[in-house]
């Protein structure tokens, strides 16, 4: 876009030997796991400060990491990461937001997330890359931590409503926040509410929508009840179906409340053995 500036993506130094922790060690004997694991919550506030890593450290950074996940101390240090240097590191970020108001606060958080999407990501995940195999990656935890901890505390939704416009950036933070979701939850139903304010059209179950206000709706009895059953394709699956190969989903039976919309999963007759249910209601 003619006129724009955006600051270029960090590059980061490292060794070629990714490895050899023995001579790592080696070269730096008076390191304790302590310290190695402080010098990590060091360089992550940093990063989110805007202090650019030195050379070579995202490679002491990376080995120490790898050393730590060999100790005792490696089975904490993705939940240290989420609760504790996220939370820390994310309040600062909804402090620079919060001074603001209005359209004045929306343009902020678009050049907030932008900073947090291109900078601040892309070096938690390169700190981070020994971490592997859960079941959430970095990029997640920190997407998420972002939508709980920075935009659903904002509660922009009449904001958006009402802005004379919407920044392109808040607009790209909203649908890159909508593609990462860990299970149904009352926090993606009010991003989903946000991203309807400023995507036109959007696309989404009516039943998702508020019941209207002071307007009693029961739910359907069990005759009528609003199910969404699987998609039943051609003759392959029917044939499966008979021989016994198809092993149906679990559907999914809305109830409708004054106070929002409850999903019932498993609440169906294709329920999971045992017949046992989970709702989340949106409101």
């Given at each position: 876009m003619m006129g724009s500036f955006r600051r270029p993506r960090p590059r980061f130094m490292s060794s070629p030997v990714l490895s050899d922790l023995a001579r790592f060690h080696a070269s730096s004997p008076s390191l304790s796991n302590t310290s190695m694991w402080n010098s990590v919550q060091s360089a992550v506030m940093q990063v989110f400060q805007g202090s650019a890593l030195q050379t070579?450290?995202?490679?002491?950074?990376?080995?120490?990491?790898?050393?730590?996940?060999?100790t005792e101390m490696g089975s904490f240090i993705t939940d240290y990461f989420q609760n504790q240097l996220l939370t820390r590191?994310?309040?600062?970020?909804?402090?620079?937001?919060?001074?603001?108001?209005?359209?004045?606060?929306?343009?902020?958080?678009?050049?907030v997330w932008d900073r947090f999407f291109t900078e601040i990501l892309p070096t938690l995940q390169a700190i981070f890359y020994p971490v592997q195999g859960q079941e959430l990656s970095v990029r997640q935890i920190s997407l998420l931590a972002f939508r709980d901890l920075?935009?659903?505390?904002?509660?922009?939704?009449?904001?958006?409503?009402?802005a004379s416009f919407?920044?392109?950036?808040?607009?790209?933070m909203l649908l890159v926040l909508q593609g990462v979701h860990d299970a149904?939850?009352?926090?993606?139903?009010?991003l989903e509410r946000l991203v309807e304010v400023v995507?036109?059209?959007?696309?989404?179950?009516?039943?998702?929508?508020?019941?209207?206000?002071?307007?009693?709706?029961?739910a359907p009895l069990p005759g009528d009840a609003l199910c969404l059953g699987p998609l039943v394709e051609t003759e392959g699956e029917a044939y499966l179906e008979k021989t016994g190969g198809v092993r149906r989903h679990t559907v999914a039976n809305v109830h409708c409340?004054?106070?929002g919309v409850t999903f019932m999963l498993g609440a169906?007759?294709?329920?999971?053995?045992?017949?046992?249910?989970?709702?989340?209601?949106?409101?």
């Open positions: 070579n450290e995202l490679f002491t950074l990376n080995e120490s990491i790898r050393w730590l996940l060999k590191g994310l309040s600062e970020v909804l402090d620079q937001v919060q001074l603001h108001s209005g359209d004045e606060q929306l343009v902020v958080l678009g050049n920075v935009l659903l505390k904002l509660h922009l939704q009449d904001d958006l409503r009402t919407v920044p392109a950036a808040v607009k790209q149904p939850s009352l926090e993606f139903c009010q995507v036109t059209p959007f696309i989404r179950d009516a039943l998702l929508t508020d019941p209207p206000r002071h307007q009693e709706m029961r409340d004054e106070g169906g007759p294709m329920a999971p053995k045992g017949g046992r249910s989970r709702g989340v209601t949106c409101r």
